[in-house]
């Protein structure tokens, strides 16, 4: 018999890249998608625990499923290395809980629950390697495609679950990656996005590779110059990275490497010394200002993102207005910004003088006023420039298209025809806070 299968996913672009390959082993495996889960025989939840709320949101979504057909209930991801068998309790009507890293043994498990042999399993363990492995082939190519080329963290900053919900950082060989790289530009990717937790610590073994590198243990910089070799490739980059990992080495592969985008995501979180020992960052707002400034004296045509916590516990109004201080030097083209909210068992969660929610708002709204100052500038110098666009998306309106320039920056345009995933030739003519808008010159 073929069972259909419903997946939804929730969280970063690490999870949408797990749904993606989850999707993959099925239908590999002979089970096929549908879009509605009452029309599912598996009804599939990979979700983040970023917070207590995720559970709840679980809790709700599979109390509203009702229909008859359904026979495995299935929850996945760091929601559920996080909740072990207590998602059981929870949520009763859940009968397969799987980790990050076990995914790729879905078709083992619901052979097992559909037949009767097993009426509840529960996998959390650590098959990083095996995972991968098994994950390297798709069944759908997108002009740009996401590489995992590390996952994990050893960090362990005091607001985050990822280390102990992904594990400690572990960095794919090299030769593994290289070869999904080629394989995936072949089959027609042009833009190639390395990811991970925490990419710019990556040491993946290479032994079996000695162009350009006589190491046995490569980093981001020798992977990416090797990556840059391969024929096919129109644009790479990577995220996301930790400020203390950055070295003068890859700000200068930025410069060495043209297909590398001259864009940056590193999260700063906030710009108080005093909180950022707090949240155990390991670096002050000084030593993360004086990279960004050294980065734009080696490569003066990169361009920021980072990412903010606004109401840390005990953050006070000094605090705030250091991260204020920050914003105003760094000068980001684009950010993303949250308040506060405790993600269980860590130990931001257990810190006394938790932050009254109406000043997290009220703060949050002052440093997005702040932040949008800076994407106001940077998105009106582009009016009037020709760019390459790689388009990723319909518009709301008929007929309009939305892509990304190098910057990540949002361009939406008119077309004819359906130009999804691919680049196109585009002139700015206009812009406002949170995109620019351009005319089809090809």
């Given at each position: 018999?073929?069972?259909?299968?419903?997946?939804?996913?929730?969280?970063?672009?690490m999870?949408?890249?797990?749904?993606?390959?989850?999707e993959?082993?099925l239908?590999?495996?002979g089970?096929?998608?549908?879009?509605?889960?009452?029309?599912?025989?598996?009804v599939?939840?990979?979700t983040c625990?970023?917070?207590?709320?995720?559970?709840?949101?679980?809790e709700s979504t599979?109390?509203?499923i009702?229909?008859?057909?359904?026979?495995?209930?299935?929850?996945?991801?760091?929601?559920a290395q996080a909740?072990?068998?207590?998602?059981?309790?929870?949520?009763?009507?859940?009968?397969?809980?799987?980790?990050?890293?076990?995914?790729?043994?879905l078709?083992?498990?619901?052979?097992?629950?559909?037949?009767?042999?097993?009426?509840?399993i529960?996998?959390?363990?650590?098959?990083?390697?095996?995972k991968?492995?098994?994950?390297?082939?798709r069944?759908e190519?997108t002009?740009?495609?996401?590489?995992?080329?590390?996952?994990?963290c050893?960090?362990?900053?005091?607001?985050?679950?990822?280390?102990?919900?992904?594990?400690?950082e572990?960095?794919?060989?090299?030769?593994?990656?290289?070869?999904?790289?080629?394989?995936?530009?072949?089959?027609?990717?042009?833009?190639?996005?390395?990811?991970?937790?925490?990419?710019?610590?990556?040491?993946?073994?290479?032994?079996?590779?000695?162009?350009?590198?006589?190491?046995?243990?490569?980093?981001?910089?020798?992977?990416?110059k090797?990556i840059?070799a391969?024929d096919?490739?129109?644009?790479?980059r990577?995220?996301?990275?930790?400020?203390k990992?950055f070295?003068?080495?890859?700000?200068q592969?930025?410069?060495?490497?043209?297909?590398?985008?001259p864009f940056?995501?590193?999260?700063?979180?906030?710009?108080?010394?005093?909180?950022?020992?707090?949240?155990?960052?390991?670096?002050?707002?000084?030593?993360?200002?004086?990279?960004l400034?050294?980065?734009?004296?080696?490569?003066?045509a990169?361009?920021?993102?980072?990412?903010?916590?606004?109401?840390?516990?005990?953050?006070?109004?000094e605090?705030?207005?250091?991260?204020?201080k920050?914003?105003e030097?760094?000068?980001?083209?684009?950010?993303?910004?949250?308040k506060?909210?405790?993600?269980p068992?860590?130990p931001?969660?257990?810190?006394l003088?938790?932050?009254?929610?109406?000043?997290?708002e009220?703060?949050?709204?002052?440093?997005?006023?702040?932040?949008?100052?800076?994407q106001?500038?940077?998105?009106?110098?582009?009016?009037?420039?020709?760019?390459?666009?790689?388009?990723?998306?319909?518009?709301?309106?008929?007929?309009?298209?939305?892509?990304?320039?190098i910057y990540?920056?949002?361009v939406i345009?008119?077309?004819?025809?359906?130009i999804?995933?691919?680049?196109k030739?585009?002139l700015?003519?206009?812009?406002?806070?949170?995109?620019?808008?351009?005319?089809?010159?090809d």
């Amino acid at each position: 018999m073929i069972y259909s299968f419903y997946i939804k996913v929730y969280g970063c672009q690490m999870n949408d890249y797990d749904g993606k390959r989850i999707e993959d082993i099925l239908i590999l495996n002979g089970f096929f998608k549908v879009n509605d889960p009452l029309t599912a025989d598996i009804v599939i939840f990979y979700t983040c625990n970023i917070r207590e709320k995720a559970v709840h949101k679980l809790e709700s979504t599979v109390g509203m499923i009702k229909s008859p057909k359904i026979k495995v209930i299935a929850v996945g991801g760091c929601v559920a290395q996080a909740e072990k068998d207590n998602i059981f309790k929870r949520i009763p009507r859940v009968n397969l809980s799987f980790g990050p890293s076990t995914y790729h043994k879905l078709p083992e498990y619901l052979d097992d629950l559909l037949s009767g042999k097993k009426k509840r399993i529960i996998d959390l363990s650590n098959y990083k390697l095996e995972k991968f492995n098994s994950t390297n082939k798709r069944r759908e190519i997108t002009t740009s495609s996401y590489v995992a080329i590390q996952e994990g963290c050893d960090n362990f900053c005091t607001y985050c679950v990822v280390p102990y919900t992904r594990g400690r950082e572990y960095s794919r060989p090299v030769i593994d990656i290289i070869n999904e790289v080629k394989w995936l530009v072949n089959n027609g990717a042009k833009e190639i996005v390395l990811g991970g937790q925490n990419v710019n610590s990556y040491h993946g073994e290479a032994p079996y590779i000695t162009i350009g590198s006589n190491r046995k243990t490569w980093r981001i910089e020798e992977l990416i110059k090797a990556i840059a070799a391969i024929d096919g490739i129109k644009r790479l980059r990577y995220l996301t990275s930790h400020p203390k990992d950055f070295t003068v080495e890859l700000m200068q592969v930025h410069n060495a490497v043209p297909i590398l985008v001259p864009f940056v995501h590193i999260p700063v979180q906030s710009g108080s010394d005093r909180i950022l020992k707090l949240m155990n960052r390991n670096h002050t707002a000084r030593e993360y200002l004086d990279k960004l400034k050294l980065f734009r004296d080696i490569c003066p045509a990169i361009q920021f993102s980072s990412d903010f916590i606004v109401g840390f516990p005990s953050e006070t109004e000094e605090d705030f207005n250091d991260t204020l201080k920050l914003v105003e030097e760094a000068k980001y083209t684009l950010s993303f910004y949250f308040k506060y909210s405790i993600r269980p068992n860590t130990p931001a969660a257990r810190m006394l003088e938790q932050i009254d929610d109406k000043i997290k708002e009220e703060r949050l709204a002052r440093l997005i006023k702040a932040l949008l100052k800076d994407q106001i500038y940077y998105n009106n110098k582009l009016v009037g420039k020709i760019q390459e666009i790689l388009i990723t998306k319909k518009g709301k309106k008929e007929n309009q298209y939305i892509g990304k320039n190098i910057y990540m920056q949002s361009v939406i345009i008119n077309s004819d025809e359906n130009i999804i995933d691919k680049f196109k030739t585009v002139l700015i003519e206009s812009a406002n806070e949170n995109c620019v808008f351009g005319k089809l010159l090809d």
